[in-house]
């Protein structure tokens, strides 16, 4: 079986013959397959009208499990964005009954976000949606193989992420 990338990578090597071009035999395949998951994001989240910057605040309540509420700055660490940008998104998700404010019960001057049943029901719609495209990415992969790339994926990413 042969794809694109392999079309790329003997180019290059016939281009640039002195280059070791091996890591683009994995990385270009990677950004091929963000491409594709991207767009099944997006296309799994408009079925529910949803963004992706809202599934990633939603998710990250539901996560939390019960009673699916988080500080603003446990957000922000949630979903890697600004105190500005996470205040804009609170609002315009507020606006759309997706979650509320709540006082924060031992400091009156904070705040919890806390996902509105409208919002659970969004992002649990969304997420059946978003795992039925991701398995459809996969189909072509047994459990063991999904299983072996989950870990060489895992030794790749993880020292990129602040998990201890």
Request: proline content about 5%; hydrophobic content about 40%.
């Amino acid at each position: 079986m042969r794809d694109e990338v392999d079309r790329l990578v003997e180019a290059w090597r016939r281009e640039r013959p002195e280059l070791d071009v091996s890591p683009m035999q994995v990385l270009s395949r990677v950004t091929r397959l963000a491409r594709h998951l991207d767009l099944a994001r997006r296309q799994a989240f408009a079925a529910g009208r949803l963004e992706s910057w809202e599934f990633d605040v939603l998710s990250a309540l539901r996560r939390a499990g019960e009673p699916y509420q988080l500080s603003p700055g446990r957000l922000l660490r949630e979903t890697l964005v600004t105190s500005g940008t996470m205040t804009n998104r609170v609002d315009r998700m507020v606006a759309r009954g997706l979650v509320e404010r709540l006082p924060e019960p031992s400091d009156r001057r904070g705040v919890r976000v806390a996902l509105t049943p409208a919002g659970r029901e969004s992002v649990d719609a969304a997420l059946d949606e978003l795992l039925l495209r991701e398995q459809e990415l996969l189909r072509a992969l047994t459990d063991e193989d999904s299983a072996e790339l989950a870990r060489m994926l895992r030794i790749v990413v993880a020292p990129f992420d602040d998990v201890p």
